[in-house]
């Protein structure tokens, strides 16, 4: 399974950005997909995931703000975050796995990553 995210970029505490994951190859295995995010000098920490069968997962501090949503017709994972606050500044990546375990020991599949900065 290959991941390609996009949206990623620059925007100021209180704005929106939409992330996207077009997914390709081997998808008929993937059960849950997710975004994670990593700030430097922090650990990645998983933000929010989805099953295949549409049950989202949102860590806390988004909870209200973020929404993961999946077009299972174009094989893309998004991640529309509103409000977003400097913290939020990180690389977020996309994630596949057929796993239901929310764990990042249990992703198989890894995008490149894509920045977001959130300035105050």
């Known amino acids: 399974v290959q991941l390609v995210e996009s949206g990623g970029g620059l925007v100021q505490a209180g704005g929106s950005l939409r992330l996207s994951c077009a997914a390709s190859g081997s998808i008929f295995s993937i059960n849950v997909m997710g975004w994670y995010r990593q700030a430097p000098g922090k650990e990645r920490e998983l933000v929010a995931a989805i099953s295949s069968g549409g049950t989202p997962y949102y860590v806390d501090s988004v909870k209200g703000r973020f929404t993961i949503s999946r077009d299972n017709a174009k094989n893309t994972l998004y991640l529309q975050m509103n409000s977003l606050k400097p913290e939020g500044t990180a690389m977020y990546y996309c994630?596949?796995?057929?796993?239901?375990?929310?764990?990042?020991?249990?992703?198989?599949?890894w995008g490149q990553g894509t920045q977001v900065t959130v300035s105050s």
């Open positions: 994630s596949a796995q057929s796993s239901y375990e929310l764990t990042d020991k249990d992703v198989e599949n």
